[in-house]
């Protein structure tokens, strides 16, 4: 077998979809067309039933880290009094908003921002930010926190929400959302989010098609696009792709040995250096808790959609508790057949990471499975420490090495 | 100081002294404790129970333990408090409340259950969209689930009780806001970090005594109202988080500066709550507690933290306003910007300081405190000329 990596074919598709995404929310802006700025963990298929463009200042934050303009925009934003200790995404959007500088000249102008607090407690403060610079509708969807199971009530309080949201989004557009345009868009969105999660099942093949730097950048369309026709085609090319890498036996990670799982968001600054670290271990990434976050099983047959939505939107990854992410983890390891788990702790995003010193200790002691917490960022460069990382990444793939598996 | 000679205040500055005394002798006396850190926390309910609510703060000098549990990037209430856990400290806690607060609070609340299993902990998902038409209806239903477990550890907690409960806290919140009044109204009868003792007393006391106590000192303090002469010094009006150490408001009284009101959620926020009226004593809770001054955590649709503080600093003829911002707090940092546009905007100065919950005035601090005095004092001296 060669050891040259055979590059995924779909990259060059995504890079057409996303940047006609981009230029397509461009041209909408100033016309009739309404657009929602929305945060990544939102109902966006209300959105798109209602023939609203929805942006992401997330994904688009993360396009300015890869494309390493994120600390020159986290700045701008500090320089206004931002704190550098809170989210770095929010700073290196903030950034883009002042200074109009982003990969794609910045986004086009919000009619109004959409914000569930599924993901975290900080796109609460970072959307009421954006209310009080662009003073547009906000609105808001609280989700409450799972720490043990999902009540009938909080299904139901997220539930009324929806329905509010929807009439809402509806008195903005002047045009009501049929019951059957919802269906049809869940469908879309359901579709996807299960090609999604076929594709993600398929690094569980020895060798593994793909590493998670390769989901990390597919990811996009399913954060941006969920609930439309394109979505799901993107992904059935991707998940064809993928299965034509495991019949013809393509490793992600040429003579692959050792299958690790990544917990938390990319270091997007340096996606790059840190696959070629790993891969110099013949380490593969095989599975990430944050790319499996948009795999979420939706029902689109069930007999209330908004209840179904409900049910998906609360029970996300990040919105449960420890014990709960730690059966998820546990599920992994199992599934993908994991020698260890590489934790990034990420600074900017204290809702994926306190709790990760005790999951790490969870699996340590309930699994035998090394872990590898690694202290970083995903936008901001300026507190990555390159030497340590990389230290720190060596002495855990030779701990793993001494204990002379495959 | 003239507070010093109060002769009321010596035993709210006992109490402080060893924090934890009183908890600790309650417990061994066969009450239990409810812990918490938030004054979202609905008291009330655990009070009705039998039990003695406790608000724990950070009150140690180091957090070496939860550094173990929890990244150095994660507020300093938390690792505190984390930390006097599991060096045995808050063992007279029988059960700790988390009501949602933030993302660092939340994980707490799980690391929490994971090391210390022997306290039971009652997790309330008090929401975050205080003005949704639909959040008194969810609180009601997360407090009915926070009464059935409180219910199944101690027997019933009757309606009536609850209602005792609401009606004992209301009398006590009224007095403390009347206390914060004398601050304002008599600059010098009261310091500001006498005032802050008085408050965290409050957390760590039963409320009817505090109350009784309390009631004394307003008695005192009116008695001494004609007399005292209120120094013309500059006017400064404090905000933030928790504000665990009275020597940080007390380093800014000895710049010569007055501090006339705040919103700390250890000084007025947390008394700004109203009683409600509702057949349903649970219901009332919900209603009050949702309904009070907000937390920066929180989302209230239309609501606008900077207009809102812009607008009681006028009111209170604030000259500056001192922003205690506890380091890594992710709400109230995300405050800021919008502050310092609409001060800047006003032409009142506005000064940001970080402070660490569990730690005494640092240095740094007592030098920015100092220099920002200066400001204020020669922008009010301008302003009188």
Known sequence: ???????????????????????????????????????????????????????????????????????????????R???????????????????????????????????????????????QNLQRHFDVPLLFIDTPFIHDEPSREMLEYVRAQLTDTLHALEEITGKTVSPEKLHETLQLAAKATRLWGDTLDLPASKPS??????????????????????????YQALLDEMRQRVEQGIAAVPGEQFRLGWDNLPVWFKMAGLSKRFSSHKACLVAATYASAWAMPIDAGASNLLEEMARAYLTVYINCGLEERSRTLQTMIDKYDLDGVVMHSDRSCKAYSFGQYELARMLREQRGTPVLVLEADMNDSRVYAEEQVNARIDAFMETLAARGKR | MTSTQLDSLARFEAVCTDPFDLPRQAAAEGRRVAGHMCTYTPEELFYAAGMLPVRILG?????????????????????????????????????????HTCDTIQNLADIWRLNLPKMQVITLATPVDIGSPHAVRFY?????????????????????????????????????????????????LIGASAVQTVALASFLMSKDAHLKMLETLNTELASRRAKSTAPVLPRLFVAGAACQQPDLLGVIEET?????????????????????????????????????????????????????????????????????????????????????EAFEGAGIPLLLVEVEQHMPPTAQFETRVAAFAEIVGEARKEHAS
């Open chain 1, 209 to 234: 098609p793909m590493t998670s730097f390769d989901t990390f950048v597919h990811i996009a369309p399913i954060v941006v696009m969920r609930g439309t026709e394109k979505c799901v085609e993107y």
């Open chain 2, 256 to 340: 010569g500066c007055t501090v006339v009101g705040d919103d700390l959620c250890t000084g007025e926020r947390a008394f700004s709550m109203e009683p409600a009226e509702a057949a349903d004593p649970l219901e009332r809770l919900a209603l009050m507690y949702l309904s009070r001054r907000p937390c920066a955590s929180k989302h209230l649709a239309g609501y606008n933290y900077a207009k809102w503080l812009l607008k009681t600093a006028q009111e209170s003829a604030a000259d500056g306003v001192v922003l205690l911002l506890t380091k890594f707090c992710d709400p109230w940092a995300f405050e800021y910007p919008s502050l310092r």
């Open chain 2, 140 to 188: 009601r239903s997360e407090l009915g689930r926070a009464r059935r477990q409180l219910e199944a550890r101690v027997g019933v907690v009757a309606g009536e009780k609850i209602d005792e409960a609401i009606e004992l806290y209301a009398r006590h919140r009224a007095a403390m806001r009347q206390l914060y009044d004398f601050r304002r109204r008599h600059p010098g």
């Open chain 1, 1 to 79: 077998m060669s050891d040259e990596r055979v590059p995924i074919q779909t990259t060059q598709k995504l890079m057409r979809l996303m940047m006609e995404y981009y230029l397509g929310a461009k041209m909408a802006e100033g016309t009739e067309q309404k657009i929602a700025w929305v945060t990544s963990g939102a109902p966006v298929e209300l959105c798109y039933a209602a023939g609203i463009t929805p942006i992401y200042p997330e994904n688009h934050a993360a396009l300015c880290g890869a494309q390493k303009m994120s600390v020159e925009l986290c700045e701008a934003a500090e320089e």
């Open chain 2, 59 to 99: 009150w140690t000098d180091t957090t070496q333990r939860a550094d173990g549990l929890i990244q150095s990037y994660a507020c300093s209430l938390a690792r505190a408090v984390l930390d006097l856990a599991l060096e045995g400290q808050v063992d007279f806690v029988d059960t700790m409340v988390f009501s």
């Open chain 1, 81 to 127: 009094g931002f704190s550098r200790d809170v989210c770095s995404y929010a700073r290196t959007d903030f950034g883009a908003i002042y200074t109009g500088k982003s990969p794609v000249q910045g986004l086009p102008k919000p009619d109004l921002l959409l914000c569930c607090n599924n993901i975290c407690g900080t796109v609460t403060k970072w959307y």
